[in-house]
């Protein structure tokens, strides 16, 4: 799936990576639970779990100019386990890893 329209002209992906540590792997998260280092926003919002199906709905909430700035990655998308190798394991017929 491209996401850009370069991407989609030239008929090529490429691959993006955001890593968010969340407190628990089932349920609802609240933006606000989301540990963020030291002199970065918090996150406002929300990501919610279940099964193999993750809906990320998070925000910057910048107190300063009073604005709610959406994350890019915000969207719907299937989990995949990883293999120990740290990526995903695609060797499992029906695993992937999309945004839906």
Known sequence: MA??????????????TLTIELPRIEGVVDGGE??????HLRYAGRVVLTGR????????????DHTRVPLAWNGE??????STSGT?????PGDSV???
């Open 3 to 16: 996401h850009d329209p370069v991407s989609a002209v030239l008929g090529r992906t490429y691959e993006e």
């Open 34 to 39: 989301i540990p963020v280092r030291p002199g």
């Open 53 to 64: 199906r993750m809906n990320v709905d998070l925000y910057y909430d910048d107190h300063t």
């Open 77 to 82: 998308y299937t989990l995949d386990q990883k």
């Open 88 to 92: 995903p394991d695609r060797s499992r």
């Open 98 to 100: 999309s945004e839906q």
